[in-house]
């Protein structure tokens, strides 16, 4: 469970700009319910990122990876996160989507 100010951080209601796309994963990769529908599981295929949702039968192609992981690494430089969080942060992005930031 990712730490309460890492979640505050990170929470997409700070970013007016980011994509539910994004917020989705976010969501996956902290543990969070921040969109409808709620992201599964992600695989990734050939370099590109899926996920499968909530009420859907075929997996959603959420991007590429390295498309993904500069959004992530912005992210969390956008977030002002300690060394502490950063810390964190990319351990969960290791542990939920086996990315290395």
């Given at each position: 469970?990712?730490?309460?100010?890492?979640?505050?951080?990170?929470?997409?209601?700070?970013?007016?700009?980011?994509?539910?796309?994004?917020?989705?994963?976010l969501g996956y990769v902290c543990g969070e319910q921040w969109t409808q529908p709620v992201i599964l599981s992600i695989e990734v295929v050939d370099d590109v990122i899926l996920a499968m949702s909530e009420g859907r039968w075929l997996p959603n192609c959420l991007g590429e990876v390295p498309d993904v992981r500069a959004h992530l690494r912005r992210l969390g430089m956008a977030a002002g996160l300690t060394p502490e969080e950063w810390v964190e942060y990319q351990a969960l992005t290791k542990e939920r989507l086996h990315l290395t930031l």
């Open positions: 469970m990712p730490s309460a100010s890492l979640l505050e951080k990170l929470d997409p209601d700070r970013y007016p700009n980011m994509s539910l796309t994004f917020a989705a994963i």
